[in-house]
């Protein structure tokens, strides 16, 4: 069995309009924290971001950010309690938190989280990546992705879903039994 050391989490930097969402994200952070994985994420404190960095860290975890020049300029507060490091633009960001992590957890958020999570399933199905995804199905949040997964298969895109290094789960404590018994 692989242990997964160090963990990215994609999410939103909004909280969503179901208070489960933060829920999820809250526990995710601890569950991180108590079971010795560090948390690489965007490195901010607001949103879904935020909470679960908080949680990890009030928990006695380690959470390493990284953000962007642009970010930094447009004053969004960074995690007051980490090390935060800036790069240069989000293709750096992405780079920079893919090789500080073994996997990846995605939690339910909007654009930037699509545009993370499919990097990497992109990566994943040209060969590039073996590492895995582990997204946090709050309130079914990513069901609609999962069909789309279906119709890109059934309509000749993709050729098998189950070639991807993908698990998911509906509850934090669901997630981490498939993080802590994880083995490729």
């Not at 160090?6 to 208070?19: I, K, N, Q, R």
């Not at 447009?74 to 995690?79: L, T």
């Not at 909007?110 to 709050?138: A, Y």
């Amino acid at each position: 069995m692989q242990k997964l050391n160090s963990l990215a989490v994609y999410c939103g930097h909004s909280f969503g309009t179901d208070p489960q969402f933060e829920r999820d994200a809250a526990r995710v952070g601890e569950l991180l924290a108590r079971n010795k994985i560090r948390m690489i994420f965007g490195g901010g404190n607001v949103g879904l971001m935020g909470t679960t960095a908080t949680a990890a860290i009030n928990n006695g975890g380690v959470v390493l950010g990284v953000t962007t020049h642009n970010v930094v300029a447009k004053q969004e507060p960074a995690h007051e309690e980490i090390d935060v490091e800036v790069v240069d633009g989000v293709n750096e960001r992405k780079q920079r938190m893919y090789e500080m992590s073994d996997g990846f957890i995605i939690l339910p958020g909007g654009i930037g989280t699509l545009n993370e999570f499919t990097d990497i399933l992109t990566m994943q199905q040209i060969g590039e990546s073996v590492k895995p995804i582990f997204f946090m199905n709050t309130a079914k949040f990513w069901e609609s992705f999962s069909q789309m997964f279906l119709v890109m298969q059934d309509s000749g895109f993709i050729e098998n879903v189950h070639d991807y290094n993908v698990h998911v789960a509906d509850t934090p404590d669901e997630l981490f039994k498939q993080i802590l018994n994880y083995d490729k």
